[in-house]
């Protein structure tokens, strides 16, 4: 080999490599951009698909348990206008024995129904309210961002008691019903 040969092979790339180069990072790099932007435009309806599975689930946990555990009839009502029931009430007691021998009745309601959800929005919310002989009630949201307050409907059939939660729009839109039969204790 000659001194000029090694030096030019030192002096860089050559136009063509440097083409090509750039030609396979912009093909690359719109690849990767596609990618991202499709995951970024789903993350949105993923994320609101999952927090309404989670309702559902939520739901069902205390749901179940409830209805199973009435004695009583259960009770429909509507409420905000809805032409069909959007709520229902529960109740049972309960009797346990206590360490010195002597039982005590323990008288349980529970219901369910729609109301407005947080201040500034359109939207509802399913809350279980939930007394335990005369204690303050507790609240709590087993589901919410419905968009209509007639999205909870409930039927009522003599034990059996069956429920149907719509919750968001469009393409977010996510339907769950739930049933039971009032008495038929759980395991």
Do not use: K
Request: net charge negative.
């Amino acid at each position: 080999m000659s001194a000029p040969d090694a030096r030019s092979r030192d002096d860089g790339f050559t136009l063509i490599e440097l083409l090509v180069a750039t030609t396979l990072m912009v093909v690359v790099m719109g690849a990767v951009a596609g990618a991202l932007i499709t995951v970024f435009l789903h993350q949105g309806h993923t994320t609101a698909r999952m927090d309404y599975s989670h309702n559902a689930n939520m739901f069902e946990t205390y749901f179940a348990q409830d209805v199973s555990s009435t004695t009583a009839a259960p009770s429909a009502s509507t409420t905000l206008g809805c032409s069909s029931p959007n709520g229902v009430g529960l109740s049972w007691t309960e009797t346990v024995p206590t360490p010195s021998g002597v039982s005590t009745t323990t008288a349980f309601a529970v219901s369910y129904g729609i109301a407005s959800g947080p201040a500034g929005t359109s939207t509802y919310v399913v809350n279980r309210t939930s007394t335990v002989g005369s204690a303050t009630p507790v609240v709590s949201t087993v589901a919410h961002d419905l968009t209509n307050p007639c999205g909870l409907v409930v039927t009522v059939a003599g034990s059996a008691v069956s429920l149907t939660v719509d919750q968001g729009t469009g393409v977010d839109a996510y339907q769950f019903a739930l049933s039971g039969t009032a008495g038929a204790r759980l395991p």
